[in-house]
């Protein structure tokens, strides 16, 4: 029997389902994490599902849901490229040596894409949605259809987009391109959360109908416009709608052919190097290295720098979280409706770095190992980690917190927001600590589109989630103390601040490096099992 004979889509069907399945064994947490993502994710969707489904029969309800089909198909566009939730099968480039015709194995492709809590939780949207605005027996049956072509939309939008760009995010310059990509992405966001609050400023919901009246006629959003015409007895609107999403999807799904063809033919020049001559000096001992120790914890500072500056992976996170840090509290403040406290959120993004310290190391993992073998060399290499972070994290957060005082000529702040955001900074070092050897995933480096390996993705989201919760219980007692002195009544014992959540922030830090120190130790073959995965 030929190759082309084999119906490919049940096999990629269960190709999915074993690489979840498979992903899962071994680890108790690991399953435990996943677990927890998929009951998450249905709680999340169903709530979001009744709450959609109670705008039935509001004025509004057709703004609401159209926009919000826009935002899930562009979300589904952009977020797995930079974003990814270790989907194995995103990256095509891993199926061009098998004998495989491309339309059969776009058919294959997209069931496999229907299958993970992804789809699942855009389907709970996609059923609020319809509900939201369907109504009569017209709107009944165009909410059927509009169900699975809005779905289809999205997944297939997100294969075209991914397969499109694969070459050039899985070459080194196209992952340093990503990385202003998501900068461009991560501002644009804000843009549109400012022009959103302009927009509830000048109306509420009202003044969001001209760009709703755009955007229904944008695939794959006019699935859901075209329910909302068709409840209103718009027929010849609704059957134009109808065959607008009908012919976007079926362009998609042939662009992504022809992509697919292009990947698995043409030859990949990503690998070819560069001959040139090498810098002989970057890796040398002058200049600022030589301000580090020369010992174990300065050759820790300097790799975990190193990685910021040179791992593609690495760098795309640090990017977008120095971005977004400076990018929420000097923009509200440019819009007059900031506050310096805002600064801490720039110290909470930068946190998050603390977090997976292990797994960005990948299987190199090993080495490090081979060099902790109690408990006081684990801190030493998790101090040396925090050190780094520090280095870079520290100054950041000062500045931005001045810049927001200064913009918002709210001086008298500055000392109670810089405390906050140390001990917020100090509280997430000491968290982050607990996550890289509780909760260490690995991060696949052959891969353009996985920040994760295969099945932990759940245990990348308890990791992060569940020490961001932790940080918060830490920090509890400064931001108490925060509030209580915001008050006018108090305003002047505010500078105590300072001190106090500077020391509070070294205190945690250290106190989480010293109590994570022998977990790491105990724990350091399951460690490297974890970080070696991908």
Request: glycine share 10%; proline share 5%.
């Amino acid at each position: 029997m030929s190759a082309t004979a084999v119906p490919l889509t049940p096999i990629f069907v269960r190709l999915k389902l074993s690489l979840m399945k498979n992903g899962l064994k071994g680890s108790s947490k690991r399953k435990a994490a996943w677990i927890g993502s998929l009951v998450f994710a249905l709680v999340v969707g169903f709530f979001t599902t009744l709450g959609l489904a109670l705008l039935h029969g509001h004025a509004h309800a057709g703004t609401v849901v159209v926009l919000l089909a826009a935002l899930l198909a562009l979300g589904w566009a952009f977020v797995p490229l930079f974003f990814p939730s270790g989907d194995e099968t995103l990256d095509p480039s891993r199926l061009v040596m098998l004998p495989l015709r491309p339309r059969p194995l776009v058919r294959a492709l997209l069931a496999s894409s229907l299958v993970g809590i992804g789809p699942l939780f855009t389907l709970c949207l996609a059923v609020g949605s319809v509900v939201a605005v369907a109504r009569g027996a017209a709107g009944a049956v165009a909410a059927v259809v509009a169900v699975p072509l809005l779905l289809l939309g999205c997944v297939t939008l997100a294969r075209a987009v991914a397969t499109a760009n694969v070459r050039l995010l899985t070459s080194r310059r196209g992952r340093d391109l990503a990385v202003l990509s998501g900068l461009l992405i991560a501002i644009g966001g804000q843009l549109v959360n400012f022009g959103s609050q302009r927009l509830f400023e000048a109306g509420g919901l009202e003044a969001l109908e001209p760009a709703e009246a755009v955007v229904r006629w944008l695939p794959p959003a006019t699935a859901v416009g075209m329910v909302d015409s068709a409840s209103e007895g718009s027929y010849g609107v609704a059957a134009a709608q109808l065959a607008l999403t009908l012919v976007a999807l079926a362009a998609l799904l042939r662009f992504w052919e022809r992509s697919l063809t292009k990947l698995m033919v043409t030859p990949d020049g990503s690998t070819l190097a560069a001959a040139g001559p090498k810098d002989a000096g970057r890796d040398g001992d002058g200049g600022l290295w030589s301000w580090l120790p020369d010992d174990r914890s300065g050759a820790a500072v300097q790799r975990t720098l190193r990685y910021i500056v040179r791992d593609p992976k690495t760098k795309s996170a640090w990017v977008t979280a120095l971005a977004i840090g400076a990018i929420v509290p000097v923009f509200n403040a440019l819009q007059g409706t900031g506050s310096v406290y805002l600064a801490c959120f720039g110290a909470g993004m930068l946190g998050v770095q603390m977090y997976n310290q292990f797994g960005q190391d990948t299987s190199a993992f090993w080495m490090v190992a081979q060099t902790i073998s109690n408990r006081h060399d684990a801190y030493l290499e998790l101090r040396a980690r925090a050190a780094a972070l520090a280095l870079v994290t520290v100054p950041f957060t000062v500045l931005v917190t001045v810049v927001t005082a200064a913009l918002t000529g709210n001086w008298h702040g500055l000392s109670g927001a810089l405390g906050l955001a140390l001990a917020i900074l100090g509280s997430m070092l000491c968290t982050g600590a607990f996550a890289s050897a509780r909760f260490p995933y690995s991060i696949p480096t052959e891969g353009a589109f996985k920040n994760v390996a295969p099945g932990q993705a759940g245990l990348a989201w308890a990791g992060i989630f569940g020490g961001m919760f932790a940080s918060a219980v830490v920090c509890a007692p400064v931001i108490v103390l925060t509030v209580y002195l915001h008050g006018p009544e108090h305003a002047s014992l505010a500078w105590i601040l300072l001190p106090l959540g500077t020391v509070w922030g070294a205190l945690a830090a250290w106190a989480g490096l010293r109590l994570a120190a022998p977990t790491v130790a105990r724990q350091l073959p399951e460690i490297l099992a974890a970080v070696s995965k991908g």
